[in-house]
């Protein structure tokens, strides 16, 4: 039997009937069993991003997410684009752990999902920028840009979109297997 992977899955918006939060549901629900999912959903808990509070012991809705990431062996995002960018909570929140490290190496899977053609292109690239930036590992076939959302996703949250589907499972697979490539590099340290 595989080991359990431990994901930290986060949508960008707070919205009650947030397409990406549908989203991150019904991924979770296409994930194999040994995929164990915890929804983040303290996103609009978290104060403004201000550096002079940036310290050890910084607020505690901070020191949860730092938390939940570090104790995650991969992280999926779903993000909508606002205004041609990433939402500002979701940004707000990768703002938190810049000098924090908790993204260091860490296997990542993004997906941007929006009602327009384009799929949240703008937004996308954005967190990829800062996911780039802040040193995550960003999975081989982990990212994904899904236009139309809401013709792909019905009102019960199910993927009726058959190659939709068969795209998120390969963004699962990607980062299952990073996560496993992961732990047994960070379990064997090189010249042992």
């Not at 431990?6 to 995929?35: C, D, F, H, T, Y």
């Not at 996911?131 to 199910?158: F, R």
């Amino acid at each position: 039997m595989k080991k359990e992977i431990k994901v930290l899955a986060i949508s960008g918006s707070l919205r009650q009937k947030s397409s990406n939060s549908a989203l991150v549901n019904a991924i979770i629900a296409l994930a194999p069993e040994n995929m164990k999912f915890t929804i983040y959903g303290e996103l609009g808990e978290l104060p403004h991003f201000n550096p002079d509070l940036d310290v050890e012991e910084g607020p505690a809705p901070v020191e949860g997410l730092r938390t939940q990431l570090k104790d995650a062996d991969g992280v999926l995002i779903c993000t909508p684009e606002y205004g041609n960018g990433v939402p500002g909570v979701l940004k707000n929140a990768l703002d938190w752990v810049v000098s924090s490290g908790e993204f260091m190496n860490k296997p990542t899977a993004v997906i941007s999902a929006s009602p327009s053609p384009m799929g949240g292109d703008k937004a996308h690239a954005s967190l990829l920028l800062t996911l780039n930036m802040i040193h995550a590992e960003i999975v081989d076939g982990g990212t994904l840009m899904i236009p139309h959302i809401t013709l792909k996703l019905n009102k019960e949250g199910v993927i009726t979109n058959p190659e939709t589907k068969q795209e998120l499972q390969s963004v699962l697979k990607g980062l299952e297997q990073a996560c496993y490539k992961n732990r047994t590099h960070s379990h064997n340290p090189p010249g042992i």
